[in-house]
């Protein structure tokens, strides 16, 4: 009997735990369900309340200014500092230009008869200028570009083409 009452009392406590760790396992589970909804539902509320903000592009950066006083140009970039670099070649791109004629004229006499050939020939060739007048008017970081709009006086240009023709002379 007393064998017997040990096998009952052992199949009762392999029972039991074996109900105790069906129980802890479905609370665990559950509990965990629950966290994980938490924890969504904690994210998404996030995002909603602060969404990625898509900031347009500035005027100046897609049309640039246009003047009878001054050139002006953008150019964007990874940092401010190759955003101004393209902003500036952009600016030597559209004023760096030298423009050459060569005019010919032949005279052809036969006897009574004179005639007059031209040949005229216009060559435009792109060449280096120096823009150190050229100055960041406007600068803007969006995201992960740089934007800049560069300047240049006309009048100040033209002072300083003078300048360096009159020192090559």
């Not at 559950?30 to 996030?46: C, P, T």
């Not at 401010?80 to 050459?100: D, G, P, W, Y």
Request: hydrophobic share 40%; proline share 2%; with cysteine.
């Amino acid at each position: 009997s007393h064998n017997c009452i040990t096998k009952y009392l052992m199949a009762s406590y392999a029972d039991f735990r074996h109900r105790v760790i069906g129980i802890m396992n479905q609370q665990f589970t559950h509990i965990v369900r629950i966290l994980f909804y938490f924890i969504a539902i904690q994210f998404l509320s996030g995002c909603i309340a602060n969404p990625v903000k898509h900031t347009a592009l500035p005027n100046w950066v897609q049309a640039p200014p246009q003047s009878d006083q001054a050139f002006f140009a953008t150019g964007s970039g990874i940092s401010l500092f190759e955003a101004e670099k393209n902003a500036r070649l952009s600016l030597a791109s559209q004023i760096k230009v030298n423009v050459s004629d060569r005019l010919e004229t032949r005279t052809i006499l036969d006897g009574a008869f004179h005639r007059e050939y031209f040949d005229q020939q216009t060559s435009v060739n792109v060449s280096d200028i120096s823009l150190s007048q050229a100055r960041v008017v406007k600068q803007v970081k969006l995201g992960l570009s740089w934007y800049a709009l560069v300047k240049v006086e006309r009048q100040a240009l033209i002072s300083q083409q003078q300048r360096q023709l009159k020192q090559s002379i």
